[in-house]
């Protein structure tokens, strides 16, 4: 009886044991399971700080490439500016240039043209009042008898003469003859001679000096007086010289 006592404590020790050693073991198991989880947790907790630091790492390496770049497209910009900036200005500077030349040389031209064409007419007006006075008309005026060209002969007539009329004859025989000069004739009564009737004669090539009495004939040469007659017979004498 005491054998199956002893028997049964054993057994109940046992079992005692076993069941100790059982909770140890779930116990460990349950700590192993802690600790791996808090590691998982903590493995798990270095990759996202890893990941964080890694995206941080890639974010400031693209910003830092996005800056560069930025950088690098702002000064290429500025370049691209600056050389348009410079080509615009040598363009303009150049068109200026251009349109100087051009004005100027209009001007030149025009003025030239200008000069050219005020001598043509001036030289035409001269010669076609030359010719006038010169060959289509007798009657020419005192002050301007010196610009005619040529040699020739200017009868200057006092109306109040009474010899005027044989003084017309005479020059009208002269006139028929082609190889007899040319002889003009001066009205003293017209306004624009009646200033060179004086009462004392100067016969001075000099038309603001030049002065007659009454009646003269006048010898001109080269644009100068050369001869003068002022009395009846000189001038008879010499227009009967001339027929």
Request: glycine share 4%; proline share 1%.
């Amino acid at each position: 009886m005491e054998d199956n006592k002893k028997k049964v404590t054993k057994n109940k020790t046992e079992d005692a044991n076993k069941r100790k050693t059982e909770n140890n073991k779930i116990e460990t198991k349950k700590i192993a399971v802690k600790k791996g989880g808090a590691k998982k947790k903590s493995e798990e907790k270095k990759i996202k700080e890893k990941s964080f630091s890694e995206n941080v790492k890639e974010e400031k390496m693209f910003s830092d490439i996005t800056k560069e770049d930025n950088k690098k497209k702002a000064i290429k910009d500025a370049r691209r500016k600056l050389n348009y900036a410079k080509t615009s200005d040598g363009e303009e500077f150049g068109r200026l240039i251009k349109i100087i030349l051009i004005v100027t040389v209009i001007m030149v031209v025009f003025y030239g043209v200008t000069v050219v064409v005020t001598n043509k007419v001036k030289e035409a007006k001269d010669e076609q009042s030359s010719e006038s006075q010169g060959i289509q008309y007798d009657n020419i005026m005192v002050g301007s008898m010196l610009k005619i060209n040529g040699n020739f002969y200017v009868l200057i007539e006092d109306q109040d003469d009474s010899r005027i009329s044989e003084y017309d004859t005479l020059k009208q025989t002269i006139a028929a003859n082609p190889d007899a000069p040319k002889i003009f004739v001066a009205d003293l009564s017209d306004s624009f001679n009646s200033s060179y009737l004086s009462s004392e004669s100067n016969y001075e090539s000099d038309m603001t000096k030049f002065r007659v009495t009454g009646t003269t004939l006048v010898k001109i040469e080269d644009h100068k007086i050369t001869e003068t007659y002022d009395s009846y017979d000189e001038i008879n004498d010499k227009l009967k010289e001339l027929e």
